[in-house]
């Protein structure tokens, strides 16, 4: 997968089909991954139910945290883009009533608003 694998474009590509055999465990009856993004440990699953956030823990990778949020549950979500200086972009995502949102940091390799705009789609319906 690399350090950066960008959405896939049908639920039929090889990197969603990659996804759904490294996570379809996680799924309920009639759930499918429909895009997927990975930045280096961590990668955000978009459900047709919700959003899914890997995250791989520990020198070893053997302590994986996974993170469910139905798209009805988030309540804002915010991007910032890095400076020159800094070429880290940011993408924060408030969960219900909760007042420190969840962060998420993105590299070079993977453009912020490409998250922003699956999950935009997801919750701006």
């Not at 823990?57 to 469910?68: A, C, N």
Request: charged content about 20%.
């Amino acid at each position: 997968m690399g350090l950066f694998a960008g959405p896939a474009k049908n639920s039929g590509s090889l990197e969603t089909k990659k996804f759904h055999t490294d996570y379809g465990q996680l799924l309920v009856d009639g759930e499918i991954i429909e895009t997927g993004y990975s930045v280096l440990r961590d990668t955000f699953l978009f459900t047709n139910k919700r959003l899914i956030l890997v995250d791989i823990q520990g020198i070893s990778g053997k302590q994986i945290e996974y993170l469910s949020i139905p798209y009805s549950s988030i309540t804002k979500f915010s991007v910032q883009t890095g400076s020159s200086f800094d070429l880290n972009a940011e993408l924060k995502i408030w969960v219900g009533s909760e007042t420190i949102p969840l962060e998420k940091r993105f590299n070079k390799d993977l453009s912020v608003y490409d998250v922003q705009k699956v999950l935009a789609s997801h919750i701006l319906k």
